[in-house]
């Protein structure tokens, strides 16, 4: 059975980078033809795609925030990683690890989210 754990820091300063790490159990990160996604939800608003790194490694951002994020994966680990630069109270919010089958949106499995709070 599949599972996504994500983890990380709860409170970020803005001059820090918001780290996060997904941990999938269950699967191979590396199984055709899945894409893993970040997602995040902020307070009153809908969700918002981040991005997401493919079975091959490719990865794609969202416009609005591609010049501070990066995604990657540790395929000895089975992880994949989210890293946003530059915070601000705006990326305040609960975060969430995705996969996707051929990148279906939304995608059909997912973690149960990490709250992350940018505050100084």
């Known amino acids: 059975q599949l599972q996504l754990q994500e983890s990380g820091p709860g409170l970020v300063k803005p001059s820090q980078t918001l780290s996060l790490t997904c941990t999938v159990s269950?699967?191979?990160?590396?199984?055709?033809?899945?894409?893993w996604s970040w997602i995040r939800q902020s307070p009153g608003k809908g969700l918002e795609w981040i991005g997401y790194?493919?079975?091959?490694?490719?990865?794609f951002y969202t416009p609005s925030l591609k010049s501070r994020t990066s995604i990657s994966r540790d395929t000895s680990k089975n992880h994949i990683t989210l890293q946003l630069a530059s915070p601000t109270p705006e990326d305040t919010a609960v975060y969430y690890c995705?996969?996707?089958?051929?990148?279906?949106?939304?995608?059909?499995?997912w973690g149960q989210g990490t709250q992350v709070t940018v505050s100084s």
């Open positions: 995705a996969r996707g089958w051929g990148g279906n949106y939304p995608p059909e499995d």
């Open positions: 790194i493919n079975y091959s490694g490719s990865t």
């Open positions: 269950g699967g191979s990160i590396t199984t055709d033809y899945y894409y």
